[in-house]
């Protein structure tokens, strides 16, 4: 075949090439060629660093890419995003697109679906973007509170560093140290006290234990009754033994003022004797009498008595 030239050859080698390199510049892109998809459009006021090739996402997963995206020159207000989404999703009415910002700089686009799933937009359409409200959207938006935390953090500080550079810290974490050893000493004492001698205690407790269950049963064999009633018995000789002992205290009582009532009294010879003044005196005169007597007898016995052995003279 002469017509199959080098010149042809070389011509569809390269339209060949050209094919693939579009396919794979494609398909690094994240765009599918091979696969039919749907075309909608998106109105944003700011795009936020959107790119072609982004990916559309419902819910986390990927069902679309960016296509391409349009500035509206002659309103100059909105930035038109085409958007290519799998020909199986079926975008219900009422579906908002946002964009989020990540933290390593890429974008992507969000779709939150309507509520109704029945009723669904038809290609080529028109979505509302709305503004993002990632987390790159949330950090923005906190970013002018953080500028104005940032004095009073620089106080905070300032005021930390002064209160770890004061010597009575020192002090005190020495403090608490020494305190924590102490902690450990005592916790230590404390295991040392319910290993050894907690577990003597125990067995104390448990032998104490068994003397008393030992009492008890013995306790229990006892004839408790006649017990009782030796006690009873007891405490009715006793009860006897006071009255007799008050039946003799009071006849002791009894006689006692009888006693004193004759000694007291003058109706009788014992009271007489003790009471009588004349008599008194007529027994001390009698007493003196028979002293002087004894020492007259004393003094002068031959008054008295006379021994002669041929008989008494007379005088």
Do not use: C
Request: net charge negative; no cysteine; proline share 3%.
């Amino acid at each position: 075949m002469k017509w199959f030239t080098k010149e042809l050859k070389i011509a569809l080698a390269t339209i060949v090439a050209g094919i693939f390199v579009y396919v794979g510049i494609n398909f690094l892109k994240g765009i599918n060629l091979f696969q039919s998809n749907n075309t909608y459009f998106v109105k944003f006021k700011d795009v936020n660093g959107l790119v072609v090739s982004n990916p559309v996402l419902v819910n986390g997963y990927p069902v679309g890419v960016v296509r391409n995206i349009h500035y509206d020159y002659k309103l100059a207000e909105y930035v038109v995003v085409e958007i290519e989404i799998n020909d199986q999703m079926r975008i219900p009415v009422g579906t908002t697109a946002e964009l989020d910002s990540e933290l390593m700089g890429g974008v992507k686009m969000l779709l939150n679906l309507g509520a109704n799933p029945t009723q669904h937009i038809e290609q080529g359409d028109t979505l509302v973007g709305m503004p993002g409200s990632g987390a790159m959207a949330q950090l923005q938006n906190a970013l002018p509170d953080v500028l104005a935390v940032l004095p009073k953090l620089d106080s905070i500080v300032t005021n930390i560093q002064n209160i770890t550079a004061d010597p009575s810290l020192m002090q005190t974490l020495r403090n608490a140290e020494q305190l924590t050893a102490q902690l450990n000493t005592s916790a230590q004492q404390l295991n040392d006290f319910l290993g050894n001698d907690l577990k003597s205690m125990s067995v104390k407790l448990d032998n104490t234990l068994g003397n008393a269950e030992t009492f008890s049963k013995e306790l229990a064999t006892l004839d408790l009754q006649k017990t009782i009633n030796s006690v009873d018995q007891t405490l009715a000789d006793v009860k006897t033994f006071s009255t007799n002992l008050n039946t003799f205290t009071t006849n002791l009582n009894n006689t006692a003022l009888e006693l004193d009532r004759k000694i007291n009294g003058k109706d009788n010879s014992l009271g007489l004797l003790l009471n009588d003044r004349s008599l008194y005196d007529n027994i001390n005169s009698t007493i003196a009498d028979a002293d002087s007597l004894v020492i007259d007898l004393k003094a002068h016995p031959k008054r008295y008595v006379h021994f002669s052995v041929f008989g008494r003279k007379e005088k």
